[in-house]
């Protein structure tokens, strides 16, 4: 029997998912999901409300909720939504701020020989050093996100 590769996408909690959305889509180089014409569509369906959606990049968006997605993976044309390497951002209360490590995070690979240049790129984007790491097994950069949500930079 030939199994069938799941579908995935990885959520992650927010206190501003736009926020996230935007920094996560320039630090890994992907798309921001324009969810317009789905809105448009339920909107003319009298299916949802106007106070559950901003105005985000000239575009309506979900207010609790936006996505990214690598820029060579399929998508749903209809909805905007990816069909691959997604991360969804939903917006959790502001009494759910982040108290300890993340028991999941992301490992990002730049070109080899240019780690420092691509933590230097992401601290602009507002991300931070958190500390550098030297084992026998390899080296890495530990940083946060502006939400202060670990991840590597090999």
């Known amino acids: 029997m030939t199994s069938t590769p799941l579908h995935w996408k990885l959520v992650i909690d927010a206190q501003d998912p736009h926020a996230q959305a935007d ?13 317009g014409a789905l809105i448009g569509k339920l909107l003319g369906f009298g299916a949802i409300q106007p106070e559950i959606l901003i105005d985000h990049h000239d575009r309506r968006a979900w207010r609790d909720a936006a996505a990214v997605r690598h820029p060579d993976d399929p998508y749903d044309a209809e909805s905007g939504t990816g069909l691959g390497r997604r991360l969804l951002f939903n917006r959790v209360p502001g009494s759910e701020r982040k108290t300890a490590k993340n028991r999941l995070h992301i490992d990002l690979h730049g070109p080899a020989g240019e780690r420092d240049a691509e933590v230097e790129r992401l601290r602009v984007l507002g991300a931070r050093i958190q500390s550098h790491v030297k084992e026998q097994g390899g080296e890495w950069v530990v940083m946060t996100d502006p939400e202060d949500n670990e991840f590597c930079v090999h």
């Open 23 to 35: 920094f996560w889509a320039a630090a890994l180089h992907y798309e921001i999901e324009d969810h």
